[in-house]
T-cell receptor, first 120, second 113 residues
């Protein structure tokens, strides 16, 4: 469980505000991910980063932005353009970039404890 | 794009019974299939995973089977216990270079004493 942290645990946002969710890992993982979890919809990918200074949009990137200036950190900003931001946000990290079968390493994604964002 | 369907959405069993959760995927290039367990208000945790070069994997009371031809994989839990009660998610990898995961919608398992 340890090694990947998220803060804050609970966050309240007013209409029109931008808020930033923190994600930090000390697992020396190259890849990091942000997911959104809504009841009955599983986990949906917002953004992911394979390496420092690089990131890609996931399936539901509209209204969100990220940065990856350090290997350990992958903050997510929920902008005012996100019309329905109330959800549980999960950050994850992994060692592999998908070469697990050839290199023998695992592709397991380790999740942080999550941030529950509520719009007031 | 890749689509992962998971059934059933809820499953209630008596303690000691077996539970089976099934998933289907659409991308024939998928080669990694993890299963995560999420207890209420907590983070998902990997419980077992399987790669496309094997058909079955077992870890104590938990097993996963994969049928590549039919593009479906299943989680089997034997001798269920109340602490197995949680939401279980299947996932399938997409992409041939950097691999992302597409998750199913989850199965809420309730094990009654």
């Amino acid at each position: 469980d340890g090694g990947i942290t998220q803060s804050p645990k609970y966050l309240f946002r007013k209409e029109g505000q931008n808020v930033t969710l923190s994600c930090e890992q000390n697992l020396n993982h190259d890849a990091m991910y942000w997911y959104r979890q809504d009841p009955g919809q599983g986990l949906r990918l917002i953004y992911y980063s394979q390496i420092v200074n690089d990131f890609q949009k996931g399936d539901i990137a509209e209204g969100y932005s990220v940065s990856r200036e350090k290997k350990e950190s992958f903050p997510l900003t929920v902008t005012s353009a996100q019309k329905n931001p109330t959800a549980f946000y999960l950050c994850a990290s992994s060692t592999s970039s998908g070469q697990g079968i050839r290199r023998g390493s695992r592709d397991e994604q380790f999740f942080g404890p999550g941030t529950r964002l509520t719009v007031l | 794009g890749e689509n992962v369907e998971q059934h059933p959405s809820t499953l209630s069993v008596q303690e000691g019974d077996s539970a089976v959760i099934k998933c289907t995927y659409s991308d024939s290039a998928s080669n990694y299939f993890p299963w995560y367990k999420q207890e209420l208000g907590k983070r998902p945790q990997l419980i077992i995973d399987i790669r496309s070069n094997v058909g079955e994997k077992k870890d104590q009371r938990i097993a996963v089977t994969l049928n590549k031809t039919a593009k479906h994989f299943s989680l089997h839990i034997t001798e269920t216990q109340p602490e197995d009660s949680a939401v279980y998610f299947c996932a399938a990898s997409i992409g041939t270079g950097f691999q992302k995961l597409v998750f199913g919608t989850g199965t809420r398992l309730l094990v009654s004493p």
